[in-house]
């Protein structure tokens, strides 16, 4: 059971910044010896002569890759990477712009898909992706292609969503509009549209079939319904109330277009939700007639920038990306979610991931303690009875998307962790136990071959990656179970496959963990490394980020450095 506590901020105090000293946590156990030559006090896999040769290599791809993450902090302090783009993305924004009667960049967009189109015929999620039935179906809807059978098609998209009308129901509606399942709405399902007025925080006990950052479309498409538009007027003023203040639904392409295409069908072109809506895709379209699947998650880029520089003292990049995640801190609840101000999110909507991350980085960089107890305490607040952490809000687990998950619970470890003995003594015992049944959850969460999925990244690599990293920050002593997963999941690691298929980003988890492959780090900073498909982003959709491998490889680099500094200490 998560515990609440509601503690008055000490506004006046200050956490100095931990920038200007390089730490780590040891392994504090024989248990995981031989696991990796790059994790403190194991020892090396390979001979000593060889090893010290390349991490001579390693300090120097090391010193060029803080280089060029340094000189991607854009002006404001932050990060802004580059999402790739996005048939789905494309297709949806386009079709909306067409209904508009924008038509220059909907044709733009037509002929980016005519040029995106795999050799098998159909559309992945993203260009570095495989074909899939969802993408392809919106494509062909788009471009006024042939789809085939109308109800086999509504049969499939239905099983391949299951319960999640949220994300079923999107792609049902983009079909009829492009008269491919006919106009009447029949193989749509119904959506508990009178349920939606209910207030925010009794979502999570009306089982409702869809996902929480799902709930804009089913407003909009409520009222598609002849005889629901006259509940209209309520409608659009629920709508407006989630809507960004640059016209988005939380900075996501296909769900923006999804919510107007069905406000233009409801007859409400003219209405300001719906031209919000309109310049927000306007605003977004590339300049090769592409749009991504959501704009630059700049709050979790930033985050992770942050945490691969740890150690770097030179400039005043620390002191701007401070400020920056400052300034980014939600100081309002948001309507989608019912959790108290304080956490860090993408267009208004906090999540943990962001906000997990942010603290993180800001206990590095140093910050007001207020700043982090309210982060803090939004992350202990969102913690669900299970013990791990959903993404956006607590007890809404209709959606995989909506439950606990290894990789946010992970991340969730290492932010109440490193603030646990900053803050007010209060919080100690009460992160203490959430950690504590974190900790259990990951045990449960842990398949029986060591590895441990991840929601928000495509591969158990990553997962596994995320959650030994969190597990590494523990005290033994404390958290006595966290030995034996260790042990599990460093032997995973270990094995894990690693063919040509295998991402960049994947392989620099895997040698910074481990130090398997670590002779392919130097090379990923003296090129350009083309970014692979990890990313999942809210819609479920796959990604490509092109700062990735940068941060990936970045951090593997910095924990070869450290281990470098080890072992020329020992052989003076």
Known sequence: MTVKVRISVPVQRTVRSTANRTTHHSIPHPALAGCGFFVPEVAPLLPRATV???????????????????????????????VSSSAMATAVAAFTLKLAGN????????????????????????????????TTLLCRCALNMEIGDPGKVAAEVIRLYGRDLSQSVPVLAMSMFSRKLGDEGSVIPRLPFNRLFFPRKLFRFLNLPMVSTGLPFPLAMGIVHPDRRKRAEKTLKAIASVQSENGSFMDQIPLTGFVAMALIGAGQKEHPATQNCIRFLEQTVRADGSWPVEKSPSVW??????????????????????DALVREQLQEAHPLNPAEPGGWGRGGLPNAMDTAAALVALHQLGCDVAVAEKGVFWLLEVQNRDGGVPTFCKGWDQSPRD?????VTALAIRAW????????????????????????FLEKQQRKDGAWESLWFGSPVCGTARVLEALLELNLKEFPKVERMLQRGFQWLETAEQDDAVPVEERAL?????????????????????????????????????????????DALKRGCRKSSEEKHESE
Not at 56 to 63: D, F, L, R, V
Not at 301 to 322: F, I, M, N, P, Y
Not at 417 to 440: G, H
Request: some cysteine.
């Open 510 to 554: 895997i040698a910074g963990l481990t130090g398997n492959g670590a002779e392919l780090l130097p090379e990923m900073a003296e090129s350009d490394v083309s970014a692979g498909a990890v990313g999942i982003n809210f819609a479920g959709l796959r990604y490509s980020e092109r700062l990735y491998p940068l941060f990936f490889a970045g």
């Open 52 to 82: 010290l040769t390349m991490l001579e290599k390693i300090q120097k791809a090391h010193a060029r890759m803080r280089e060029k993450l340094l000189a991607e902090q854009g002006p404001s302090g932050l990060w802004e990477g580059e």
């Open 417 to 440: 962790a490193c603030w646990r003995d900053q803050l007010d003594e209060n919080y100690f015992a009460a992160i203490f136990d959430s950690i504590q049944i974190a900790v259990e």
């Open 403 to 407: 439950k606990s998950a290894p990789d």
């Open 301 to 322: 880029l930033t985050s992770l920038a942050v945490q691969t520089l740890e150690g770097d003292v030179s400039g005043d990049w620390q002191e701007r990306a401070r």
């Open 103 to 134: 038509t220059e960049p909907a044709l733009r967009g037509f002929q980016w898909l005519e040029t995106d189109r795999h050799d098998d015929g159909g559309w992945g999620d993203c260009p570095e992706g495989p074909s899939t039935f969802i």
